[in-house]
C-alpha cells in the first residue's frame, strides 16, 4: 500500500512540474494588449511634447490636455486618420492602433492654429 502512494505522489508532483513549466514557456503578449500612454498638453499655439513616438500594432492611448488653454484645440493627422479635438480648460482623451511606419506631421487645424506654429511630429516605429 504504501508503494502505491509514492508511486501516486510521484506521478501527481511530476504532473504539477510539467504543467507549470509549459506555462513558464508561454510567450508572453503584453504588448498586443497594453497601450502606450501618452500625454499632449495643447496651448497657444504649441503641443507639448511636439514629437510624440509609438510602435506599429500597439495601441497608442493619447491624453490631449488643455485644461490651461483659452481656446479650443484639436489634433490632427490624415495619413493615419487622426482626429481629435478638445475644448478650452478640458481634456480628451483617444485610442489608436498605427499600421503604417513613418513620421508623420500632426496639426491643429482649428484656423489659423496651424500658421501660428502649431505643429508637431508623430514617430510610429516598426
Do not use: Y
Not at 65 to 74: E, F, I, M, S
Request: overall charge neutral.
Amino acid at each position: 500500500m504504501k508503494a502505491k502512494h509514492v508511486f501516486w505522489t510521484t506521478v501527481v508532483s511530476m504532473m504539477v512540474v510539467i504543467v507549470l513549466a509549459g506555462t513558464a514557456c508561454q510567450p508572453q503578449q503584453a504588448g498586443a494588449s497594453q497601450a502606450t500612454d501618452v500625454t499632449v498638453v495643447t496651448s497657444e499655439f504649441k503641443f507639448s511634447p511636439d514629437t510624440i513616438t509609438v510602435r506599429a500594432g500597439q495601441r497608442a492611448r493619447v491624453t490631449l490636455d488643455n485644461t490651461k488653454g483659452a481656446l479650443k484645440h484639436d489634433f490632427h493627422q490624415p495619413d493615419l486618420n487622426l482626429q481629435a479635438e478638445v475644448d478650452a480648460g478640458k481634456k480628451t482623451v483617444f485610442e489608436f492602433t498605427p499600421t503604417k511606419v513613418g513620421t508623420f506631421d500632426l496639426t491643429c487645424d482649428v484656423p489659423g492654429h496651424k500658421d501660428a506654429g502649431m505643429v508637431g511630429k508623430l514617430i510610429v516605429q516598426p
